[in-house]
Nanobody, 115 residues
Framework: VQLVESGGGLVQPGGSLRLSCTAS????????MKWFRQAPGKERELVAT????????NYADSVKGRATISRDNAKNTVYLQMNRLVPEDTAVYYC?????????WGQGTQVTVSS
């Protein structure tokens, strides 16, 4: 199983970013995918979840209304669109899959919200 995130960067408050995570090594469309984030000195936080078909999504209260998780099963890719970013969104963002009783993580992509 391999997960590779991309799309992070430096963005001004109020801006937007779209994060991508490309997966391999498992039947992507059969698995729930999640985005987590971890800010310096804080625990890793679940941000958003999407089912295998993409029909159901869930969000942390901290991003609800500003984030959209989606997936393209033909491309084995899950996305996280983040809008109206605030400095508190600064973190390393990770995608995650729970596969055969193990959690798999990508290397993470840094998002920094600062003027």
């Amino acid at each position: 199983v391999q997960l590779v995130e991309s799309g992070g960067g430096l963005v001004q408050p109020g801006g937007s970013l779209r994060l991508s995570c490309t997966a391999s090594g498992f039947t992507f469309s059969s698995y729930v995918m999640k985005w987590f984030r971890q800010a310096p000195g804080k625990e890793r936080e679940l941000v958003a979840t999407i089912t295998g078909t993409g029909d159901n999504t869930n969000y942390a209260d901290s991003v609800k209304g500003r984030a959209t998780i989606s997936r393209d099963n033909a491309k084995n890719t899950v996305y996280l669109q983040m809008n109206r970013l605030v400095p508190e969104d600064t973190a390393v963002y990770y995608c995650n899959v729970f596969y055969f009783f193990l959690n798999y993580w990508g290397q993470g992509t840094q998002v920094t919200v600062s003027s």
